[in-house]
């Protein structure tokens, strides 16, 4: 496989019409070779080739997708669509050997030809940045013109296909495989006698017959009868314990040296008009909010009285390594019944988590989960705001009659992640919001999902971005939507100018894998309601204005002449299946033509369903030595400093976006596809993107052993993890 990737990389450099080694010192980017000569991301899904019409068969060219700047791995529109940076090599003649013509300019267009929209001139012989992109699928055209006009008027000289023009509806073949039954005794819509349950045509005993489907998203009878390989399990099973009504969650305001009685219990919630059951730290869903000064130490007693063994990881924090909460690393697991004792420091300003670290993709998605907000010593270290709000995002899978079960003895959906379809704010499904006229709301967002990212906006509020994981950005920027992926933070300033109703909306963009093609998905969170009356004080001016941030550019000051160093360790992150019915594994195969560089939502959901960590492994891979996942050997010391290149395989069957989280330190994010960061902040969890590449600056300041991994909660169960040591 190895051999064969290399031979796939350098044929596409060479279609290209670049050698190898080519690029060797100018900028990394997805089409042009590294230092090192290595493609800092997969060609196929980032460049193009520019194919010649008939008028000018010698001529050549190629376009690469590069990632804009800006402060998220993956730059979007507020409604999902990824926005590229479209840089053409061109080699063609004279325009004027052509006809009446002075210029080359480059266009980009739907498969359909409209709308089209001018990027810009081009040279003959040369590269330049030609403009941006943001269709879903869509062709470059570069045209020889006499003048330049909102639409070609010249004669055609170069084409390509976006690398998505690859997805294409099944044909005949799969439709026909996917009609094909796997499992004769399992009844499927229409059949005689089939119970129409949950619109699935199973019989009601089927614990996975209720798992919701995508609307209007088409489905094959085949997949519809797959079913995982473990028992279905739901809270309240076998359970005779206490069960208490959740609560929402308590501001508890500690200071140096307090302590916290902390307990995950059984609650029973409500979600719309149905009664779920589910866990909470001290009954609150989310838990209790933690409200710290910098530099506080805490004592936290921890008591497990749920059904599972457990442990509490603080995410993000550079605390001591005995209390970071990681069965069978730091600790053993919290048996039912059993306490344990946190000490827990806060050296670091910012917004943190807690979460259980074990069965994580069970323990949290039912509830138990909580913030930390580390105050700073500085009373203006985010800015002047009206009002301040901490905001959990997370989802839930709910079927018609409940939860859909979650897997006993292991994970399920360990394909692409658990996704839900029942969106929550601060636990519940409608969040609200009333604030006056020319409000400025700091909100302090987490993502506390097993697997989905979101893409939020407030529709008609201007929002600036202020801070990440484990403080401020070195200066604000403005950002149309926020861009969160699990287990990420950020901290975000909105504007609400007029009185009347702003919704806060995840708005991305579906795939409809049997289709082929994009769909938009648009879910409504809640709503801030701004009233007549003027805020005050009036905040608009210093809301214009975007503050540099003199401390962060002060501590990242020591390390900048590291950011041009090489890379010294390297990342693949691979999946390998093993034993998957032949219905999915062939159309698996089909689908990895294209893979998309993020996968916004689950729109395979029986597919993704089926997939354990018995047939699915998700693996961290060392190419160095190639060791993989805990069998990885990295040992540093305080004080160290690395250059870590973290890559995403392309050659796979099925490959998606990694929120890589690494504990008990934090890090720079220097660079994404080669294209590097104008703008950084201290992070503890950064998203690869499908066939990318993230080059990170890790700061090695916290000795012990600590768990680098994804943060897909179900890629995690299925092996994606490892273990460094930071010496003394």
Not at 88 to 104: A, F, K, Q, V
Not at 346 to 357: I, R
Not at 446 to 464: I, V, Y
Request: proline share 9%.
């Amino acid at each position: 496989m190895r051999t064969a990737a290399l031979s796939f990389r350098v044929g596409v450099v060479a279609a290209l019409g670049m050698a190898p080694d080519a690029a060797a010192g100018q900028e990394a980017a997805p089409c042009t070779p590294d230092e090192a000569g290595a493609l800092v991301a997969t060609p196929d899904l980032y460049c193009m080739t520019l194919l010649p019409t008939a008028r000018v068969p010698d001529a050549a060219g190629s376009v690469e997708l590069r990632r804009p700047a800006g402060p998220y791995s993956l730059a979007v529109t507020p409604d999902g669509r990824l926005v590229y940076d479209v840089v053409i090599s061109t080699d063609l003649p004279p325009p004027s050997s052509l006809g009446p013509y002075d210029r080359y300019v480059a266009w980009a267009s739907t498969q359909v030809l409209s709308p089209i929209e001018r990027l810009g001139e081009v040279p003959a012989n040369g590269r330049a940045a030609a403009g941006q992109v943001a269709f879903n699928k869509f062709i470059i055209l570069v045209t020889a013109e006499a003048a330049v006009g909102d639409e070609p008027a010249g004669t055609y000289v170069l084409r390509a296909q976006s690398p998505s023009n690859r997805m294409q509806p099944a044909d005949f073949l799969e439709f026909a495989l996917g009609a094909s039954r796997i499992d004769p005794d399992v009844p499927l819509p229409g059949d005689p006698g089939a119970a129409d349950h949950a619109g699935h045509g199973m019989p009601p005993d089927d614990p996975w017959a209720d798992v919701p489907m995508p609307e209007g998203v088409m489905m094959l009878p085949s997949l519809m009868q797959l079913r995982p390989d473990v028992e279905a399990w739901l809270p309240g099973d076998g359970w005779e314990g206490e069960i208490v009504d959740a609560r929402p969650r308590e501001l508890i305001e500690l200071r140096d040296g307090d302590t916290l009685e902390l307990d995950a219990v059984y609650v029973r919630r409500r979600i719309g008009n149905r009664e779920l059951l589910g866990y909470g730290f001290n009954g609150q869903i989310p838990g209790p909010l933690l409200w710290v000064p910098e530099d506080a130490t805490v004592t936290i007693d921890f008591t497990n009285r749920i059904d599972w063994p457990t442990a509490i990881h603080w995410h993000g924090l550079r605390l001591d390594n005995a209390s970071d909460g990681v069965p069978g690393l730091t600790q053993d697991p919290i048996e039912p019944g059993e306490t344990f004792r946190y000490t827990v420091h806060f050296p670091d300003p910012g917004l943190y988590w807690y979460h259980p670290h074990h069965r994580e993709e069970v323990q949290q998605d039912l509830g138990l989960a909580g913030n930390l907000m580390v105050r700073s010593d500085d009373p203006d270290y985010y800015g002047p705001a009206h009002l301040e709000e901490i905001v959990m995002l997370d989802d839930l899978l709910v079927g018609e009659h409940g939860l859909v079960p979650f897997g006993l003895e292991r994970a399920t959906h360990a394909l692409m992640g658990r996704f839900g379809n029942t969106m929550l704010v601060n636990g519940e499904p409608d969040y609200e919001l009333s604030v006056q006229r020319g409000s400025v709301v700091r909100f302090f967002f987490t993502n506390a999902s097993n697997t989905r990212t979101f893409n939020l906006r407030f529709d008609g509020a201007p929002m600036k971005l202020v801070g990440a994981d484990i403080g401020n950005f070195e200066r604000e920027e403005w950002v149309e939507s926020v861009v969160i992926a699990p287990a990420e933070r950020y901290v975000v300033h909105v504007a609400f100018p007029e009185s009347g109703e702003y919704r806060m909306v995840n708005g991305v963009q579906g795939i409809d894998h049997v289709g082929g093609s994009f769909f938009p998905e648009e879910d409504v969170l809640g709503v801030v309601r701004v009233g007549p009356e003027a805020a005050a004080p009036d905040l608009a001016t210093a809301f214009e204005a975007l503050r540099e941030d003199a401390r962060v550019r002060e501590e990242i000051a020591p390390y900048r002449h590291l950011f041009d160093a090489p890379i010294e360790k390297t990342l693949e992150l691979d999946m390998s299946v093993r034993d998957l019915p032949l219905v999915v594994e062939r159309l698996m195969q089909v689908d990895s033509a294209y893979f998309h560089p993020i996968e916004w939502s689950g729109t395979m959901p029986m597919m993704n369903l089926m997939a354990t960590p018995e047939n699915v492994s998700w693996t961290l891979r060392e190419p160095a030595t190639g060791l993989e996942n805990e069998a990885i050997e990295w040992a540093f010391r305080v004080g160290d400093v690395v250059k870590l290149r973290i890559r995403s395989r392309r050659e796979t069957l099925h490959q998606m976006q990694h929120p890589i989280h690494i504990h008990g330190q934090r890090f720079l994010v220097l660079a994404t596809n080669g294209v590097e960061n104008e703008n950084l902040a201290w992070k503890d969890t950064a998203v690869v993107p499908v066939g990318g590449a993230i080059d990170i600056l890790l700061e090695l300041s916290n000795p012990g052993r600590w768990m680098l991994h994804c943060h897909i909660a179900e890629h995690l169960e299925a092996g994606m993890k490892m273990v460094f040591t930071v010496e003394p």
